[in-house]
């Protein structure tokens, strides 16, 4: 939600941003699931799928139980998840990505889809019952897998993949002066 120490360029009389932060020691971690699938080209290299499902935060939206100088009671502020657990990561898989995968998939291309998923002890069951009744329906196979052990598909998430996206962006959204 914030950084510890951020850089900014401003104007003279340009005012300085706002940290609605209370702490810059406890800044709160927000986890998200994504969905990629592999990109489909045409005979031309004409991309007709870019292979990008979403990104899914795990927040939820609650009222402020008082007022205080950023905003009034009863105004919705978006929360993190503290713990994902396993109904959490169903809820998210059944109510937001296999419909996103439904929505955007291209039609000519095959409805036996796979989905991996790192052998984390929160992740669904492949038997869930609730799973395997939404993702039969409307003509598409969707199978739940575990990643192989060792294995270097989801091994990049681990060597830094999230962290150096952050830094991109970070460097791209920089356009004010100010040490907080």
């Known amino acids: ?11 003279p009389n340009e005012p ?10 406890f800044i709160s971690k927000i986890m998200f699931m994504e969905a990629v699938a592999r990109p489909r080209y045409d005979k031309d290299g004409v991309v007709l799928f870019d292979g990008k499902i979403g990104i899914f935060p795990f927040i939820y939206e609650a009222e402020a139980l008082r007022s205080s100088k950023n905003r009034e009671k009863g105004t ?5 998840i503290e713990s994902i657990t396993k109904e959490i990561i169903k809820q998210c898989l059944i109510e937001k990505v296999i419909p996103a995968i439904k929505a955007k998939w291209p039609l000519d291309a095959s409805r036996r889809i796979y989905i991996q998923k790192d052998n984390a002890k929160p992740h669904i069951s492949p038997q869930d019952l609730d799973f395997l009744n939404v993702v039969k329906s409307d003509g598409f196979d969707i199978d739940l897998v575990c990643q192989p052990p ?13 962290r150096s996206i952050q830094t991109l962006n970070i460097k791209s959204a920089s356009n004010l002066y100010l040490n907080l």
Do not use: W
């Open 1 to 11: 939600m914030t950084r510890t120490t951020t850089k900014f360029y401003m104007l």
């Open 16 to 25: 300085r941003p706002h940290r609605a932060c209370q702490s810059k020691r």
């Open 76 to 80: 919705l502020e978006v929360k993190p």
């Open 150 to 162: 060792n294995s270097p598909d989801l091994n990049i998430l681990d060597l830094g993949f999230f």
